[in-house]
């Protein structure tokens, strides 16, 4: 089992940055897949971007952040990243973190067996 603690996010103008860190507690952070998703009240939970486990050779973005957002892990630090560049109002939302055990799909929420608490994003004209 890993626990999850989102830590990075805050208030910024558009076209700002942030990066958004998650830390895992225990030995066998880099067997797990890693995502990011977000998610508005009344919507449904959002893929952003995945990496694949161990040497996190394969990542995966959603259409609306490519080009803009960078996903990333540190496995000596148990910790995951995620860099988001040219900040739109648009990328306002709660962000989490999970883990995944699976190798496939990572791209949806229900892939995906453990989350941090989420960190707030807010992004103003």
């Known amino acids: 089992q890993v626990q999850l603690v989102e830590s990075g996010g805050g208030l910024v103008q558009a076209g700002g940055s942030l990066r958004l860190s998650c830390a895992a507690s225990g030995p066998t952070f880099s067997l797990y897949a890693m995502g990011w998703f977000r998610q508005v009240p009344g919507k449904e939970r959002e893929f952003v971007a995945a990496i694949s486990s161990w040497r996190g050779l394969i990542t995966y973005y959603a259409d609306s952040v490519k080009g803009r957002f960078t996903i990333s892990r540190d496995n000596a630090k148990n910790t995951l990243y995620l860099q988001m560049n040219n900040l739109k109002p648009e990328d306002t939302a709660v962000y989490y973190c999970?883990?995944?055990?699976?190798?496939?799909?990572?791209?949806?929420?229900?892939?995906?067996?453990?989350w941090g608490q989420g960190t707030q994003v807010t992004v103003s004209s």
């Open positions: 999970a883990a995944s055990t699976k190798v496939r799909g990572i791209t949806h929420y229900a892939e995906y067996e453990y």
